[in-house]
């Protein structure tokens, strides 16, 4: 199954209700590319990289505070949660990129650091539904390293408790087009 690597203070995010938009670039390693979905539904691949409490919403200090403490013993991961991609879309607008804060905990600066690098490619918006699974550890090979957002996972996770109801997610997306489209 594919994986997208997030930041593990996004993926409780997401898991709790608190975040239903990713808001992507790509890594270091797609700087001609730029991101790509490669997979309309994928698990949530944790990373413990690059977090710092300057990049986040301060009312979601405690994410980051719990993703560092629970981390998993070096060598291996533990996947928590599937996505799967509702709408995609190009954001080119920074006024519009605002206007989504109340769907990430990102913090305004680190979303301006986010748009101004690689400032002639859009940001790439998704609108996700998240499911929460059962614990799966696995091994971290070393294919998994490396700025790049997704990695074959050697995993076909249970089905999932879906995070929101459809009602809530159903609000939610018909606030996301008004702002997108």
């Known amino acids: 199954m594919k994986a997208l690597k997030e ?3 996004v993926i409780k995010a997401l898991e709790n ?3 239903t938009v990713l808001l992507r670039k790509g890594g270091i390693l797609e700087t001609a590319s730029g991101f790509k979905v490669e997979a309309s ?3 949530l691949f944790p990373t413990y990289e690059h977090q710092e409490n300057a990049s986040l919403k301060s009312q979601y200090y405690g994410y980051l505070a719990d993703a560092r ?6 060598g291996h991961n533990v996947i928590t949660s599937i996505a799967e991609v509702v709408e995609e879309h190009d954001v080119s607008s920074i006024e519009k990129i605002e ?3 109340p769907f990430h905990i990102w913090s305004d600066s680190y979303i301006v650091e986010r748009m101004n690098w690689m ?3 859009p940001m790439k918006a998704l609108f996700l539904r998240v499911f929460k699974i059962p614990e799966v550890k696995i091994p971290v090979l070393p294919d998994y390293h490396g ?12 089905a999932g408790k879906a995070v929101l109801s459809d009602a809530e997610l159903e609000s939610q997306l018909a606030q996301f087009r008004r702002i997108v489209n």
């Open 99 to 101: 206007q989504l804060a």
């Open 69 to 74: 403490e629970s981390q998993p013993d070096e």
């Open 17 to 19: 209700g608190n975040q």
């Open 41 to 43: 539904k994928f698990a």
């Open 147 to 158: 700025c790049k957002s997704w990695i074959e996972l050697n995993v076909n996770p249970e």
């Open 7 to 9: 930041w593990a203070t």
């Open 119 to 121: 400032p002639s490619k």
